[in-house]
């Protein structure tokens, strides 16, 4: 699979050879609209490539230049909930790392365990926890990409979270930073289970990027994480939750995530 989707990616990509890589959440698309020189590849020309069905993903690469740096942007990802296997987004990554990409970029919309980081804000993801019983790297390992038992020590690059923190300051805006709880989905968790998540450390809570994140460490490549707060977690706020939410507060975060991205980039 990942042979067929790297001969198909090479093929649409032509001469581009990007080494950085950007993940896209939900409502979150519009990083893409800040790329030069862009080649749009929808999903569906990628053999073996699968399709996202989720509002909010638009279900395509974009190829091009950032601050003269190549980027391949992945406007919509997949998840666990949508019947796609941990093992479907390692061969993504996995795809990604034989094609040459050395960093990647992800972003995600997540729920705020925190009043005061409210919808609309920013959070750097510093740490995950995984308690979901899955992992993109269940099986035989392929010693090519990475080793057995790879270390976790420094999955969150500590100088690409650096180089975020510089550029948030300069922007003017406040960069939170905290842990990344991973729920499988599709439900919203109950008030309940986001008292235990705080208890355990958690600042948010979302439903991605620890799959792309554990897949990515095992392949040796740097990686950064934000969050876009969307919503207050269940029974920090009145509201009930849902998908229109997390688009809607997701536009509000888009603005300041865009121009977080774009500065760092040309920082690196």
Known sequence: MIERIVKSLKEQLGKRTPKIAIILGSGLGGVADSIQDKVIIPYHKIKDFPVSTVQGHSGQFVCGKIHETEVLCMQG??????????????????????????????????????????PGSLMLINDHINFSGLNPLIGPNDEEFGPRFPDMTNAYNEDLQEIMFENAKALGF????GSYFFCIGPNFETAAEIKSIKRLGASAVGMSTVPEVIAAAHCGMKIVA???ITNLATGLS???????????????????????????????
């Not at 009145?238 to 920082?267: C, F, M, P, V, Y």
């Open 77 to 118: 990802r997949f998840h666990l909930y949508e019947g796609y296997s941990a093992k479907t987004i390692s061969h993504i990554i996995r795809s990604f790392k034989t094609i040459g990409i050395q960093t990647i970029f992800i972003t995600n919309a997540a729920g705020s365990l925190h009043k005061r980081m409210k």
């Open 174 to 177: 406040k960069l939170y930073k």
């Open 226 to 228: 934000v969050s876009a």
């Open 238 to 268: 009145k509201t009930k939750q849902s998908h229109e939410e997390t688009i809607r507060n997701g536009k509000l975060a888009a603005q300041n995530l865009t121009n977080l991205i774009i500065n760092s980039i040309k920082d690196l």
